[in-house]
């Protein structure tokens, strides 16, 4: 069923999916994370416009997350299974971002991987003392007035949607990316 879903998300071909889920799998064989669980969730990723190659690196990221933050594997699906949703929203909510605190996932160091990518995306600048100025409106159409950074003002600041697909899949991509720093450090 989740190679059916894949398919028809992205149009690949059965040979595609099938090469990109061996891969997933030899990766799931080296955690202890479920590859039903990947699998399932990549359907959801591809479904919500992402390429099949980075829904496989997002997945690998989101356990790279969980194994550097010390995640369960369960704690592990629950965030794929949100990412999965913010996803399809275009951004990540408070609310799902409350997930990802509830997994133990929220780190300090992922917070900043975000932020970091937030500024290469241009949803939000880095100050001169280190913090971060968001440059997305809210659903009210105003701009956030305080600097956050990932220990202060970040929740509020999910509000302004400044957590984009864009955003969470090229943090993502770093993590499951063993030639970044903190890819090397989460295998």
Do not use: C, P
Request: charged share 20%; aromatic share 8%; glycine share 6%.
């Amino acid at each position: 069923g989740s190679i059916q879903t894949i398919m028809a998300g992205t149009g690949e071909s059965l040979e595609t999916v099938n090469r990109y889920l061996d891969e997933l799998n030899v990766y799931a064989d080296r955690t202890i994370y479920s590859f039903k669980d990947m699998t399932s969730n990549i359907g959801k990723f591809t479904n919500a416009g992402v390429s099949l190659k980075d829904a496989v690196a997002a997945i690998q990221g989101v356990s790279n997350v969980a194994a550097v933050s010390g995640a369960n594997a369960n704690e592990a699906s629950r965030a794929m299974y949100n990412f999965a949703q913010a996803l399809s929203a275009g951004y990540v909510k408070l609310i799902d971002w409350k997930s990802i605190e509830n997994a133990n996932m929220a780190t300090v160091e992922f917070k900043t991987q975000l932020l970091e990518a937030a500024v290469a995306a241009g949803t939000v600048e880095k100050t001169a003392d280190g913090m971060y100025k968001v440059l997305t409106k809210n659903n009210q159409g105003k701009l956030m007035d305080d600097v956050i950074s990932a220990t202060r003002n970040f929740n509020e600041s999910l509000s302004h949607q400044w957590m984009t697909n864009e955003v969470l899949i090229k943090t993502l991509g770093k993590y499951s990316d063993e030639t970044t720093d903190i890819g090397k450090k989460a295998f």
